[in-house]
């Protein structure tokens, strides 16, 4: 387990949400077949933004179109899960924004490129948070 404030730039392309009992191997298999069949790809983050109930998380959306597929793939599976429950469903399907959330380990601004080569499953409580499984992509 490790603070979420420690971890490198990444972009969160499924936003939390509870399912009963324990699936995460589920949802990693899920992950997995996403990641067989995507290619690695560059892209630049921007424009800023502030995520939060409050507006008070800084954020740089990540709007290209490949978050929105995998979005799209990944949130039509996890949600026919049992006991499946979305955290904020507002920012679920067509409310969904892709984003890299900046933070004190986060060294990027919206000037810069940024290799998405891994699809990683995290498991969230509270303020930590452990990564359950990383997959390259092709």
């Not at 929105?68 to 429950?85: A, K, Y």
């Not at 890299?100 to 995290?122: E, F, P, Q, Y």
Request: net charge negative.
């Amino acid at each position: 387990m490790v603070s979420r404030d420690l971890w490198p730039v990444h972009v969160t392309i499924l936003g939390n949400f509870r399912v009963e009992g324990a699936l995460e191997d589920v949802v990693a298999d899920y992950v997995a077949s996403l990641a067989k069949h995507t290619e690695a790809f560059t892209m630049r983050l921007g424009p800023r933004a502030q995520f939060g109930s409050d507006l008070t998380i800084p954020v740089l959306l990540a709007e290209h179109s490949m978050f929105h597929e995998m979005h799209e793939l990944l949130s039509g599976e996890v949600t026919r899960l049992p006991g499946f429950d979305a955290c904020e469903p507002s920012h679920w399907a067509s409310g969904y924004r892709p984003h890299a959330t900046l933070g004190s380990a986060v060294d990027i601004d919206d000037k810069d490129m940024l290799a998405i080569k891994w699809l990683t499953l995290a498991s969230l409580t509270g303020n930590r948070a452990q990564r359950l499984r990383s997959i390259e992509l092709l």
